[in-house]
Nanobody, 123 residues
Framework: VQLQAYGGGLVQAGGSLRLSCAAS????????VGWFRQAPGKEREFVAA????????KYADSVKGRFTISRDNAKNTLFLQMNSLKREDTAVYYC?????????????????WGQGTLVTVSS
């Protein structure tokens, strides 16, 4: 599966942004998909994941209640709705895919990655 994230940009603190990830190749609906992010000078960290059917989601504690992950299997697209953005949400956001949601929070992580999209939150 090939993935391409887009939708990043500059937003003020407290604002909202919606990221998308377009998938192509093997059947999108057979994969769990999710988001990671990497802030400057920091390691890549898990943000959110969603199961193949969309019935199960998982979030990092730092984004719970502010971010919502969703998917549209008919359009082969993954979304991340980000609300109440904070400066510490500034990072490059990557979408990823693999078989299970659990693979997003256990080593070695998901196998398939897209290129990132930069989100900058200003004060």
């Amino acid at each position: 599966v090939q993935l391409q994230a887009y939708g990043g940009g500059l937003v003020q603190a407290g604002g909202s942004l919606r990221l998308s990830c377009a998938a192509s190749g093997r059947t999108f609906s057979s994969y769990a998909v999710g988001w990671f992010r990497q802030a400057p000078g920091k390691e890549r960290e898990f943000v959110a994941a969603i199961s193949d059917s969309g019935g199960r989601t998982k979030y990092a504690d730092s984004v719970k209640g502010r971010f919502t992950i969703s998917r549209d299997n008919a359009k082969n697209t993954l979304f991340l709705q980000m609300n109440s953005l904070k400066r510490e949400d500034t990072a490059v956001y990557y979408c990823a895919a693999d078989g299970l949601v659990a693979q997003f929070t256990t080593a070695p992580g998901p196998r398939y990655w897209g290129q990132g999209t930069l989100v900058t939150v200003s004060s």
